[in-house]
Protein backbone atom coordinates (compact mmCIF):
# COMPACT_ATOMS: atom_id res chain seq x y z
CA UNK A 1 0.00 0.00 0.00
CA UNK A 2 1.00 3.48 -1.22
CA UNK A 3 1.22 5.68 2.36
CA UNK A 4 0.31 9.06 2.59
CA UNK A 5 2.92 11.77 4.45
CA UNK A 6 0.88 15.20 4.71
CA UNK A 7 3.13 18.41 4.32
CA UNK A 8 2.35 21.23 6.85
CA UNK A 9 4.22 23.58 5.20
CA UNK A 10 1.20 25.62 4.43
CA UNK A 11 -0.13 26.02 7.71
CA UNK A 12 2.75 27.42 8.76
CA UNK A 13 2.78 29.97 5.85
CA UNK A 14 -0.71 31.19 7.16
CA UNK A 15 0.64 31.05 10.93
CA UNK A 16 3.56 33.74 9.55
CA UNK A 17 1.64 35.77 7.33
CA UNK A 18 0.11 37.24 10.72
CA UNK A 19 2.58 36.48 13.33
CA UNK A 20 1.68 34.84 16.72
CA UNK A 21 0.87 30.48 16.89
CA UNK A 22 -2.25 30.23 14.91
CA UNK A 23 -3.20 28.59 13.52
CA UNK A 24 -0.97 25.59 15.13
CA UNK A 25 1.25 23.57 12.99
CA UNK A 26 1.37 20.89 15.56
CA UNK A 27 -2.63 20.78 16.22
CA UNK A 28 -2.76 20.51 12.30
CA UNK A 29 -0.27 17.75 12.09
CA UNK A 30 -1.75 16.16 14.84
CA UNK A 31 -5.54 16.24 13.87
CA UNK A 32 -3.80 14.56 10.14
CA UNK A 33 -2.32 11.56 12.16
CA UNK A 34 -5.57 11.07 14.08
CA UNK A 35 -7.50 11.16 10.60
CA UNK A 36 -5.20 8.08 9.30
CA UNK A 37 -2.24 9.85 7.84
CA UNK A 38 1.09 7.51 8.04
CA UNK A 39 3.37 10.58 8.53
CA UNK A 40 4.27 14.25 8.34
CA UNK A 41 6.42 15.83 6.05
CA UNK A 42 8.29 19.46 6.37
CA UNK A 43 10.43 21.47 4.08
CA UNK A 44 12.45 24.24 6.25
CA UNK A 45 14.13 26.38 3.93
CA UNK A 46 16.95 29.21 4.83
CA UNK A 47 14.60 32.46 4.74
CA UNK A 48 12.00 30.25 7.26
CA UNK A 49 8.79 31.30 5.44
CA UNK A 50 6.92 28.38 6.45
CA UNK A 51 8.53 26.10 8.63
CA UNK A 52 10.83 27.34 11.07
CA UNK A 53 13.02 25.12 13.40
CA UNK A 54 11.00 25.14 16.35
CA UNK A 55 8.22 23.35 14.05
CA UNK A 56 10.64 20.08 13.20
CA UNK A 57 11.79 19.80 17.13
CA UNK A 58 7.79 20.20 18.21
CA UNK A 59 6.81 17.50 15.21
CA UNK A 60 9.60 15.08 15.78
CA UNK A 61 8.18 14.77 19.41
CA UNK A 62 4.78 14.57 17.95
CA UNK A 63 5.65 11.75 15.54
CA UNK A 64 7.89 10.48 17.76
CA UNK A 65 4.71 9.78 20.44
CA UNK A 66 2.25 8.59 18.11
CA UNK A 67 4.88 6.02 16.19
CA UNK A 68 4.60 7.94 13.00
CA UNK A 69 7.47 8.81 10.40
CA UNK A 70 8.75 12.26 10.01
CA UNK A 71 9.82 13.35 6.37
CA UNK A 72 12.72 16.11 6.62
CA UNK A 73 13.03 17.94 3.15
CA UNK A 74 15.41 20.28 2.11
CA UNK A 75 18.55 21.54 0.30
CA UNK A 76 21.61 19.60 1.90
CA UNK A 77 24.53 22.06 0.57
CA UNK A 78 22.27 25.57 2.08
CA UNK A 79 24.97 26.74 4.53
CA UNK A 80 23.23 27.17 8.05
CA UNK A 81 22.04 30.92 9.07
CA UNK A 82 20.49 32.86 11.83
CA UNK A 83 17.50 31.17 12.57
CA UNK A 84 17.85 27.67 10.04
CA UNK A 85 21.20 25.48 11.58
CA UNK A 86 20.71 23.22 8.14
CA UNK A 87 19.71 20.63 7.16
CA UNK A 88 22.34 18.06 8.40
CA UNK A 89 22.24 19.81 11.81
CA UNK A 90 18.07 19.71 12.35
CA UNK A 91 18.16 15.86 10.67
CA UNK A 92 21.14 15.46 13.52
CA UNK A 93 19.08 16.66 16.46
CA UNK A 94 15.55 15.34 15.70
CA UNK A 95 16.66 12.18 13.70
CA UNK A 96 13.58 12.13 11.19
CA UNK A 97 12.85 8.54 9.37
CA UNK A 98 13.33 9.96 6.34
CA UNK A 99 15.39 12.72 4.70
CA UNK A 100 14.50 13.91 1.24
CA UNK A 101 17.10 15.90 -0.34
CA UNK A 102 16.01 18.83 -3.04
CA UNK A 103 17.94 21.08 -4.94
CA UNK A 104 16.15 24.24 -4.66
CA UNK A 105 17.36 27.86 -4.49
CA UNK A 106 16.79 30.31 -1.75
CA UNK A 107 14.76 32.30 -4.16
CA UNK A 108 12.44 29.38 -5.70
CA UNK A 109 8.83 29.71 -4.50
CA UNK A 110 8.72 26.00 -4.60
CA UNK A 111 10.80 22.82 -5.55
CA UNK A 112 10.25 22.79 -9.39
CA UNK A 113 13.21 20.41 -10.54
CA UNK A 114 15.51 17.18 -9.06
CA UNK A 115 19.06 16.69 -8.67
CA UNK A 116 21.72 16.96 -11.85
CA UNK A 117 23.73 13.50 -10.06
CA UNK A 118 26.37 14.57 -12.75
CA UNK A 119 27.04 17.49 -11.59
CA UNK A 120 25.88 16.94 -7.91
CA UNK A 121 26.67 13.27 -7.34
CA UNK A 122 29.91 13.44 -5.80
CA UNK A 123 29.36 16.08 -3.41
CA UNK A 124 25.77 14.74 -2.50
CA UNK A 125 27.98 11.29 -1.63
CA UNK A 126 29.67 11.96 2.09
CA UNK A 127 26.38 13.91 2.71
CA UNK A 128 24.26 10.82 1.93
CA UNK A 129 26.39 8.40 4.22
CA UNK A 130 26.13 11.43 6.81
CA UNK A 131 22.06 11.16 6.76
CA UNK A 132 22.18 7.41 6.54
CA UNK A 133 24.50 7.63 9.96
CA UNK A 134 21.88 9.15 11.90
CA UNK A 135 19.44 6.29 11.07
CA UNK A 136 18.10 8.14 8.32
CA UNK A 137 16.34 6.89 5.37
CA UNK A 138 17.53 9.05 2.44
CA UNK A 139 15.16 9.81 -0.73
CA UNK A 140 16.63 12.15 -3.61
CA UNK A 141 14.38 14.37 -5.83
CA UNK A 142 14.47 13.22 -9.37
CA UNK A 143 12.88 14.11 -12.53
CA UNK A 144 10.91 12.02 -14.32
CA UNK A 145 12.85 10.62 -17.02
CA UNK A 146 16.28 11.46 -15.41
CA UNK A 147 18.86 9.79 -17.12
CA UNK A 148 21.57 9.50 -14.29
CA UNK A 149 19.62 7.34 -11.80
CA UNK A 150 22.34 4.68 -11.92
CA UNK A 151 24.50 7.42 -10.08
CA UNK A 152 21.74 8.22 -7.67
CA UNK A 153 21.52 4.57 -6.53
CA UNK A 154 25.66 4.69 -6.54
CA UNK A 155 26.18 7.61 -3.94
CA UNK A 156 23.91 5.51 -1.14
CA UNK A 157 20.31 7.05 -2.11
CA UNK A 158 17.40 4.66 -0.44
CA UNK A 159 15.18 6.09 -2.74
CA UNK A 160 13.99 8.41 -5.13
CA UNK A 161 10.98 11.07 -4.82
CA UNK A 162 9.95 11.72 -8.46
CA UNK A 163 8.87 15.23 -9.01
CA UNK A 164 5.38 15.26 -10.43
CA UNK A 165 4.79 18.50 -11.06
CA UNK A 166 4.92 18.14 -14.59
CA UNK A 167 2.47 15.55 -14.50
CA UNK A 168 -0.31 17.16 -12.69
CA UNK A 169 0.39 20.31 -15.34
CA UNK A 170 -0.23 17.46 -17.78
CA UNK A 171 -3.26 16.13 -16.34
CA UNK A 172 -4.51 19.97 -16.49
CA UNK A 173 -3.77 20.11 -19.98
CA UNK A 174 -5.12 16.95 -20.60
CA UNK A 175 -2.22 14.95 -22.14
CA UNK A 176 -1.02 13.23 -19.32
CA UNK A 177 0.11 10.30 -21.26
CA UNK A 178 3.90 11.09 -21.73
CA UNK A 179 4.51 12.14 -18.47
CA UNK A 180 2.99 9.14 -17.15
CA UNK A 181 5.68 6.95 -19.18
CA UNK A 182 8.29 9.25 -18.26
CA UNK A 183 7.02 8.47 -13.96
CA UNK A 184 6.58 5.17 -14.71
CA UNK A 185 10.14 3.95 -16.67
CA UNK A 186 11.75 6.15 -13.76
CA UNK A 187 9.74 4.22 -10.95
CA UNK A 188 11.24 0.66 -12.83
CA UNK A 189 14.82 1.90 -12.93
CA UNK A 190 14.96 3.00 -9.60
CA UNK A 191 13.75 -0.18 -8.68
CA UNK A 192 15.58 -1.85 -10.87
CA UNK A 193 18.99 -0.55 -9.18
CA UNK A 194 17.55 -1.32 -6.05
CA UNK A 195 15.69 1.83 -4.63
CA UNK A 196 12.45 2.56 -3.48
CA UNK A 197 9.94 4.87 -5.15
CA UNK A 198 8.29 8.16 -3.70
CA UNK A 199 6.03 10.75 -5.34
CA UNK A 200 5.31 14.33 -4.99
CA UNK A 201 4.36 17.91 -5.47
CA UNK A 202 1.07 18.68 -7.28
CA UNK A 203 -1.28 15.55 -6.63
CA UNK A 204 -4.72 16.09 -5.91
CA UNK A 205 -7.66 14.19 -5.21
CA UNK A 206 -8.17 14.92 -8.82
CA UNK A 207 -4.85 13.43 -10.07
CA UNK A 208 -3.52 10.51 -7.41
CA UNK A 209 -5.59 7.44 -8.41
CA UNK A 210 -4.51 8.11 -12.32
CA UNK A 211 -0.73 8.30 -10.97
CA UNK A 212 -0.57 5.36 -8.95
CA UNK A 213 -2.63 3.14 -11.64
CA UNK A 214 0.21 3.53 -14.59
CA UNK A 215 3.04 4.24 -11.83
CA UNK A 216 2.76 1.11 -9.14
CA UNK A 217 4.59 -0.34 -6.36
CA UNK A 218 4.78 3.73 -5.02
CA UNK A 219 6.10 3.27 -1.12
CA UNK A 220 4.80 7.01 0.11
CA UNK A 221 3.22 10.25 -1.32
CA UNK A 222 3.49 13.50 0.26
CA UNK A 223 0.85 15.60 -0.54
CA UNK A 224 0.43 19.39 1.13
CA UNK A 225 -0.73 22.59 -0.98
CA UNK A 226 -3.63 20.42 -2.45
CA UNK A 227 -4.34 18.58 0.48
CA UNK A 228 -4.61 21.64 2.72
CA UNK A 229 -6.59 23.66 -0.27
CA UNK A 230 -9.50 21.08 -0.17
CA UNK A 231 -9.76 20.63 3.22
CA UNK A 232 -10.34 24.06 3.26
CA UNK A 233 -13.32 23.76 0.74
CA UNK A 234 -14.79 20.98 2.97
CA UNK A 235 -14.65 22.68 5.98
CA UNK A 236 -15.79 25.97 5.09
CA UNK A 237 -19.84 25.91 5.06
CA UNK A 238 -19.10 23.37 8.64
CA UNK A 239 -16.99 25.89 10.32
CA UNK A 240 -19.32 29.12 9.63
CA UNK A 241 -22.51 27.29 10.37
CA UNK A 242 -20.85 26.88 14.08
CA UNK A 243 -20.52 30.71 14.08
CA UNK A 244 -24.12 31.22 13.20
CA UNK A 245 -24.67 29.08 15.56
CA UNK A 246 -23.24 30.75 18.40
CA UNK A 247 -24.54 34.01 17.09
CA UNK A 248 -27.81 32.75 17.43
CA UNK A 249 -27.45 32.13 21.49
CA UNK A 250 -28.50 29.04 23.59
CA UNK A 251 -32.01 29.74 22.78
Known sequence: MTVLSVNVNKIAVLRNSRGGAEPSVVRAATLCLAAGAHGITVHPRPDQRHIRADDVFALAELTAQQGRELNIE?????????????????????RPAQVTLVPDGDGQITSDHGFDFVRDGERLRPLVSEFKSLGCRVSVFVDAGCDNLTLAADIGADRI???TGPYAAAVEAGRAEDELERCAATAHQARALGMGVNAGHDLSQANLLEFLEAVPRVLEVSIGHALIGEALYVGLERTVQNYLSLLAGPG
Open 74 to 94: GNPFAPPREGYPGLLALCRDT
Open 161 to 163: EIY
